[in-house]
Each structure stands twice: as C-alpha cells, then as structure tokens.
C-alpha cells in the first residue's frame, strides 16, 4: 500500500471535526498529498453507492466562541490568531481590573487527552516563569462546555524579524535585541522549560519608551527537563513533527526526546539570528514545506546550510540592496560585514552535533555581545592574528595615534637628515667638480620628495583618523577618545608655517584643523577650538588668495570664518562675533555669485543670514530676527521640496523652527510658541527613526526642554513635569554615552534645575533640594574646567540661587541663605556687565531675580533702606527694555519690584502684560502673583 492509499484510508474512517483535523495534521507535513486525499474523497461521496452505507451519527460540537462572548470575567473582543490546537482571542478583563488579556483555549473538535495535556503543559509553563521578556500568565480555567483556557499578557507586537525590518534597525541593534531574547530563553531553561518552537511570529516586539522590547509567547510544545509538566509524559504519534521545521534542530526533527535539551533552542536561536542577518533562514521554508518527513529530517540531519555572508554573496543585486537598506548597511559591504565573527557564532549554533553548540542561551548572549565590545569570541579559534585584530579593532583610535606620532618622529628624523645632507653636500660643491655637484643636488632633490611624500602620508592619516574615525566615534558619543590625536595633530601643524605649504597640504590640513576644532567645541573645549579654527582659517586664506575664483577654497574659509565666530558666541565675545559672522555672511554671498545653482552655495547662504538673525534676536531686535528666520524658513521649505532627503537642510528646518518658537515665546504668543516646539519635535522624531545618530536626540531633549519651561509659565506643572522627565532622561542617555562631554552634561543638569524650579512652585520642598544638591557639585566642576563659558557660569547661578531659597524657606536659616545668594551674585556680576540691551533675557532675569531676594533678605532684617535701595537697582537696570516688552523674563522681575515699592500702577501695567500672554505663575513664593 503506497502514502496515499493509507492516508485516504485513515481518512475515510473518520467523519466531520476529526476528518478535518487529520487532513489538517497531514497537510502540515505534506501540501500535495492532502490536496490528493481531498480529491479521493470528493470522488468517494459522489459515487452512486455513497448513500447505500448508513450514516454514522456523531453527537453535535458545542457551537465556537463568537466575538463578544464571555468567558469567565473576561469578554472576547477579536481573534489574534489560532495555531494547531488552541485559538487565541484579543479579551477585556472587567474584574478585578481592567486591562487587554490575550485568552487562549483549546480549538473546537481538538479537546483529546493529548492535546489536552499539551495546552496544560503550556499553561503550567508559563505561570513558572517570571520574566519581563517572557509574556505572563494571569489566570487559568475552564469554558462553559468544559474546554480548557489560560488568560496572559496581550503583547502588542510584530514578529522580531517584521519589527527589525520595519524600523530599518543596523545590525548592532538586532544583535543586542537577540541577545535579550537568550535571555530571556535562558529563564525559561533555568525555569526547566525547552520552548522547542523558537520562531519569528513566537518572539514579539514592541516599542516600549520608544525602546525595542521583545516577548517570548507561546510555549504549547515545550517540554520540561526537571520533572513532569502533566501527569504522563506527552509521546508523539509515529511520524508526527513536533514544532515548525524551519527552525527545529536535527534531535527534535528526529523525534529522539531523551535527546532534546536546552541546546536544541540554541540550535532555534541560531535560525532566528541567521534570518536577522541575512533576512532568510538558512534552510528554504518552501523546499521544506513541499518535502515529506523523511525529507525534512534527511536535510536538517545531513545538508549544512551555507555561512550567512556565503548566503548574502549569492543574493540578486535587487535583493540584496533590500536586504542591506533594511540594516542600514552599504550593499557592496554586506558579505564583509557578516564575514568573521557573525559566520562563527551562527555556525556555531547550528552545529548538527549539540555538544558543539553553545551549552547556553546565555553563553551565545554574551558571545554576540563580546562581538559587539569588539572582543574576541570563542566561537572560532584565538589565533593570535585573530586576537591582535580585534585588539586593534577596540583601540582604534589609540593605534592610529600611535601610528601617527611614529610618523611625525620619522618625519623629524628625515627633515635632520636632509638638513644634514645638504650640509655635507653644500662642502663637496666647493671641493669637488660640477658633475659631484649636480649628483648632490639630484639627491637632495630625492631626499625632498621623499619627505614630502612621507609628510603627505602622515597628513592623510591624521585626516582619515579625525574625519573618518569622528563620524563612527560620534554615532557611539566617544569624540573624547579624538582628544591624543588632536593634541598631536596641532603640534605638528604649528610647526609648519601656511605661506610655505603647498596647495595640497594646505586643503588637506584646513580640512584635519576644522576637524579638531569641531571635536573640541564638541567638548566645549573653547580655547583649544578657537587655536585650531583660526589655524584653518589662516590656511583656508592662503589659498583662496592665490586662487579667488576657486568655490572649493572659499568654501572652506566660510568654515573657518563661522566657527571661529562662533567660538566667540560661547566665550561672550559679541563684538568679535558680529564681525566674524559678517565675514561667514559675505563669503557665502561671493560663493552663490561664483556658483549660484549649486546646492552648497544655497546652503551657506541660508546659513549666513540666518546667524545675523540670531544676532538680532541676542541684541532683542526680535523684529529684525523675526523677518530673517521666516525668510530663512521660506526657503528651507523650498529647498526640502528639490530635495527631501537632504539630512543638512532637515537639520535647518529643526533649527530655524526652534529659533521662531523662542521668538514666539519672548514676544508673549505662548501658543504659537507651542506650535513651533511640537513641530519641531515631531520632524525629530521622524530623524531619530531614520538616523541613529545622537544629534537627533540632543535637538529633540532640547525642544522638549523648551517646551517644558512654558508649560511651566502656564501653570500647567504637570504636564511640564512630564516634558521634563522625558527631556532628562534623552538628557541622561547621552551623557552615558560620552561622560565626558560638557555640553550634554549641563543640558543635562539645567532640565533638572528646571524640575526642582517646578517642585519649588509646588512646594515640594525636600524633592527641590535632592535635585539642587546633586546639581551644584557637577556644575562647579564644569566651572572649574571651562571658566570662560557664559552658560556654565549663568547654571552655576540658578543652582546657587535655588539653594539659597531653599535654606530660607525651607531651613529657615537667613544666614546660609546669605552666603549661598552672595555667591550667585558674584558668578552673575561678570554676566550681566555691559549695555543692558547686549545680555541675554535669560542673565537678566537671573541677576534680577537674585537681586530681589537680597532685597527680602534685608526686609527681614529691617533694614528699610537697604531694601528700598536694592530694589530701585533693579528697576533702573530693566526700565530700558520694559516700554515695549512682552518677555516673561523681564516682565515678571520688574512687577515684583514695583510690587514691593508700593508702586501698584506700574505692577498693574506688568501683571497686565503678563496676563494677556497667558503667564500664570511668577516666581516662587513671591507676593507678587498675576492669578
């Protein structure tokens, strides 16, 4: 009797569910076959005889669950899906809580004894383990017609491979979201549990805190390895696959349970991690499903798949350009990119031998992650070679500084020498004949070109290490490590006077000294910057002289010219940076007359108007910056349009919409102010998506700080509570990555003097001062570091002014208040000196309001005219900007002040002012409040 013979057989020996569910068991193993047995029967019930056999009576299923139904506390709202023997239903727990439940239980007709052990075998693993990367079991029992159910987590998510797909992760991301879901297998191994059904739809991810966070669902086919899950021990029937043979391993497709253990799901986790990497799993699915069971077990058993570069390297150029954008890779790099450790690793998992294998989910977790510490993993052999490659791997930066000061030295030691050659060479011209003259000249010709050639190598590598090396290094938030080799490259540079240098090594030199000033404001590093901008500036000017109409030249001193003024911006120097952007500005204009239609020239001249904007806004001309920003933002749109993807001019529209948010909020119109911020935020979003790089969450921290301070001005406290929070935390996460830069640092740290200012106003007082201690220390030390900066001094001034109200209000001690006043008085006297108009908003509101609380200190002391006259200091300061001002910052010190002289006219006309921009709350415990 052949396969089909037997198989109709069987068939036409059962009727209705069980038919059905047999046909559906061989279907799984066999599509064509059933698609034979089905015809058979059709055949069979025609026939003229059919109705001669008498009917088989069979008692009636109990009708299906329909949508709505209940079961127990909980009501069905729609089907997620139904796998071989149980149907799992989206459902609305009413009681105890309420909450989305994912309800499982036994499909209609397949409540035998087996599959009736297997869901109990299911139900009784989950509700042992306790993961959060592990769906939980919340209740269990039975329907009404006696069907078991089991109630657990709803997850909310893609299959891991769709999710990866889909949000475009690079491979360092999947790599370190499959490392959690060893984890989490790891728990469930320590748990006693084999999930034996390790697949993509099995592993669900979700983002959660716009963080990827896999689940592991569905384990009703694991097995226990520490005592019975149900009473007998569930045997398979003869020939029937237990698991989805894509992903089992060859002792599970053999069906040898006493040889399944945890290394079969390592075998499972090392598909699921070669269809991450190639977008495939290793075996075809559809040369499987169309192969018999002897078939799938012969090639899982026998036919090694190929490594995933080998697999990649035999991809379409259409398909593996998908596969590549998918990852965020470059097409041509895929295979080296897999090449070496990924091939190792995976191959290790699939090992038909599974003492070969990793022992551990968790020992393959950590070999993926020792890949990505570029560590050496053991799943190939430490050969030397090996282990100096990934040594050089991890220390890149300090490998090529190492390499570039050998090349300097080597460089010095050839220039003696050619000294000393000529030296001895000039001697023998006025001893010896002509023709020993020009072979000494004709050597010393080769000993000069040889130097040069070896000055230009040594040039090409500083370049590549702090162009190329920066833009990896940036993406991790490590510039710190750039820091030797800047230090090196400038010392070297500085020896080499412009005028003397060739055209060459003046382009390539202006490009590695920008280079090391970016990487020093980065760190806000400002006086070594500013050496290495006006270095750059000086051979950018070299050579745009000796060469007016080349745009390449005078593209790179617009460079200069703009960093080194704003270099200046950081350190307070206004006039100096007036003068240097106006030099940025004119450059750009003679770039777009030598080169009007480039995209370049369109840039830099949007650029250049939009600094002297900012000029106007610093100077409070918000009239002036007004129409420049929505002229810049007119042709930033116009510009997107030509070019949608064009990642510089998204960064513009970011920035342009940020600066009119801020002039928004200045001139008093919250809501527009409001506007611009959360468009700002959303095209931020759609960046972080697209690009992981940590500019994209600086800016968005930043907006959501700017949107945190007015909620806060519109007394809505808890939502500005929130915004801050979640502007801490973007804050925190960067500062993780680069401990060492300051800026994010004291980004940082203002958010959270920002959020004690909040739990100030509530009163919360004990929270206010946990936040304010934790701030002072890191920003003395900031101070400390970088005395030359406006903001890091202007931060240090809140913080000790918070501190000092906390001791009064809090501690009740005028004396300590005193002392931590007179300190932000002193941090703030060097801020706030100078034209009134020429300060910030910002330094003005902090010197008045610290100014105010001198004055109350001396109220309480009775000290009338100290009071009175501390006061007056303030209205004379602020009168010359509060004719027309709509600034909260002005408006609010300057009505407390008039409040506290008894000049109630003049605090109605403020409060007035205050009211009509939607302010509500002004500064903490204040007698002064616009309510």
Same mark, same amino acid.
């Given at each position: 009797m052949n396969r089909d013979d037997e198989v109709f057989g069987q068939a036409l020996d059962l009727t209705g569910a069980e038919r059905e569910a047999y046909l559906e068991k061989i279907g799984q193993e066999d599509p064509a076959l059933r698609a034979r047995v089905e015809a058979l029967l059709k055949a069979y019930d025609s026939a003229d005889d059919f109705m001669d056999a008498s009917p088989v009576e069979r008692p009636p299923l109990a009708p299906e669950e329909k949508l709505g139904d209940r079961i127990g506390h909980y009501t069905l709202i729609r089907k997620l899906g139904e796998g071989g023997c149980g149907v799992v239903y989206l459902a609305e727990q009413s009681e105890p809580v309420r909450r989305a439940v994912a309800l499982k239980v036994i499909k209609l007709g397949m409540d035998t004894v087996e599959v009736i052990a297997r869901f109990e075998a299911e139900r009784q693993a989950l509700a042992m383990m306790d993961h959060p990367d592990i769906a939980r079991v919340f209740d269990a029992g039975a329907t009404a017609t006696g069907r078991p159910f089991f109630v657990m987590e709803f997850v909310d998510g893609v299959p891991i491979t769709r999710f990866c797909d889909q949000q475009a992760l690079p491979m360092a991301q999947r790599l370190e979201l499959f490392a959690r879901v060893c984890v989490a297998l790891q728990h469930a191994h320590q748990k006693g549990i084999i999930h034996r059904d390790i697949k993509p739809s099995n592993i669900l991810v979700s983002l959660v805190d716009g963080v990827p966070t896999p689940k592991v669902i569905d384990f009703g086919i694991a097995k226990a390895t520490q005592g019975r899950l149900t009473e007998q021990t569930l045997l398979t029937c003869l020939n029937q696959l237990i698991g989805t043979p894509a992903y089992m391993s060859p002792e599970q497709a053999e069906a040898r349970e006493l040889d399944i253990d945890t290394r079969s799901d390592v075998y499972s986790l090392g598909v699921l991690l070669y269809e991450l990497l190639t977008g495939r799993p290793p075996y075809d699915p559809r040369t499987l499903q169309q192969a018999g069971i002897d078939e799938i077990r012969r090639i899982i058993r026998e036919i090694d798949p190929p490594r995933p570069s080998a697999a990649v390297s035999t991809l379409t150029a259409a398909d593996r350009t998908t596969v590549a954008a998918a990852r965020k890779a470059v097409p041509t790099r895929l295979t080296s990119v897999l090449a070496g450790d990924l091939d190792w690793i995976v191959m290790r998992c699939l090992e038909k031998q599974r003492d070969r294998r990793y022992g551990t989910a968790s020992e393959l977790a950590e070999d993926v992650r020792?890949?990505? &510490?570029?560590? !050496?993993?053991? $799943?190939? !052999? !430490?050969?030397?070679?090996?282990?100096? +490659?990934?040594?050089?791997?991890?220390?890149?930066?300090?490998?090529?500084? $190492?390499?570039?000061?050998?090349?300097?030295?080597?460089?010095? $030691?050839?220039?003696?020498?050619? +000294?000393?050659? &000529?030296?001895t060479r000039a001697e023998r011209v006025a001893v010896t004949e002509r023709d020993a003259a020009e072979t000494a000249r004709a050597a010393e010709a080769v000993a000069r070109e040889d130097a040069q050639r070896r000055q230009e190598q040594a040039e090409d590598l500083l370049t590549f290490m702090i162009g190329d090396f920066r833009a990896g290094l940036e993406q991790l938030g490590r510039l710190d490590l750039l820091d030797a080799v800047g230090s090196r490259a400038m010392d070297y540079f500085s020896e080499l006077p412009a005028r003397d240098l060739s055209d060459t090594a003046l382009t390539r030199q202006t490009a590695a000294l920008t280079q090391i000033g970016e990487v020093r404001m980065d760190q806000a590093n400002y006086d070594a910057a500013l050496t290495s901008f006006q270095a750059a500036f000086d051979r950018a000017s070299t050579l745009s002289t000796r060469y007016p109409d080349n745009g390449d030249m005078l593209f790179e001193r617009a460079q200069a010219e703009f960093w080194i003024g704003f270099v200046h911006r950081r350190r307070g120097g206004f006039a100096a940076e007036r003068e240097w952007m106006t030099r940025y500005r004119d450059s750009a204009v003679a770039l777009a007359a030598l080169e009007p239609e480039s995209l370049r020239s369109q840039h830099e001249l949007v650029y250049g108007h939009h600094n002297l904007a900012v000029l106007d806004f610093d100077r409070g001309d918000y009239g002036a910056a007004l129409q420049g920003f929505e002229a810049e933002h007119q042709q930033i749109v116009a510009m997107l349009r030509d070019h949608p993807e064009d990642l510089q001019l998204q960064r513009g529209h970011v920035d342009v919409l940020s600066w009119l948010g801020q002039i928004a909020e200045r001139e008093g119109d919250f809501g527009e102010a409001e506007r611009f911020f959360t468009e700002m935020g959303t095209l931020l979003e759609r960046l972080m998506e697209v690009s992981g790089h940590p500019r994209w969450k600086l800016r968005h921290a930043q907006g959501l700080a700017f949107l945190g301070d007015l909620q806060a001005r519109r007394n809505e406290l808890s939502a500005a509570r929130a915004t801050n929070q979640q502007a801490r935390s973007e804050f925190g996460e960067l500062v993780e990555q680069d401990p060492a830069n300051q800026l994010w640092q004291v980004s940082a740290l203002s958010l959270e003097l920002q959020d004690a200012?909040?739990? *100030?106003?509530?009163?919360?007082?004990?929270?206010? #001062? +946990?936040?304010?201690?934790?701030?002072?220390?890191?920003?003395?030390?900031?101070? $400390?570091? #970088?005395?030359?900066?406006?903001?890091?001094?202007?931060?240090?001034?809140?913080?000790?002014? /918070?501190?000092?109200?906390?001791?009064? *209000?809090?501690?009740?001690?005028?004396?300590?208040? &005193?002392?931590?006043? +007179?300190?932000?008085?002193?941090?703030?006297? !060097?801020?706030?000196?100078? #034209?009134?108009?020429?300060?910030?908003?910002?330094?003005?509101? #902090?010197?008045?309001?610290?100014? /105010?609380?001198?004055?109350? /200190?001396?109220r309480n002391e009775m000290d009338a005219s100290a009071h009175r006259a501390q006061i007056q200091r303030v209205i004379d300061r602020l009168s010359p900007l509060l004719s027309t001002t709509h600034d909260w910052r002005l408006l609010v010190p300057a009505a407390m002040a008039h409040q506290a002289l008894g000049q109630t006219d003049q605090a109605a006309i403020m409060q007035q002012r205050l009211t009509d921009i939607g302010y509500r709350r002004a500064f903490p415990f204040s007698s002064f409040d616009p309510q």
């Open positions: 020792r890949h990505l &510490r570029n560590e !050496p993993v053991v $799943a190939r !052999p !430490p050969s030397w070679v090996y282990k100096t +490659q990934r040594f050089v791997a991890r220390n890149q930066l300090a490998c090529g500084s $190492a390499v570039a000061v050998l090349l300097a030295i080597i460089i010095g $030691a050839i220039a003696a020498t050619t +000294q000393a050659i &000529r030296a200012g909040v739990a *100030l106003t509530e009163r919360q007082f004990a929270e206010a #001062e +946990q936040m304010v201690s934790r701030c002072l220390p890191q920003l003395e030390a900031l101070v $400390a570091a #970088e005395p030359t900066s406006r903001k890091f001094g202007y931060h240090l001034a809140a913080a000790a002014r /918070l501190d000092a109200t906390l001791k009064l *209000l809090h501690h009740q001690d005028p004396e300590a208040a &005193r002392a931590a006043i +007179q300190w932000a008085q002193s941090l703030l006297a !060097p801020l706030a000196t100078g #034209e009134v108009e020429r300060i910030e908003r910002y330094v003005l509101h #902090e010197y008045a309001v610290t100014e /105010l609380f001198v004055a109350d /200190l001396a």
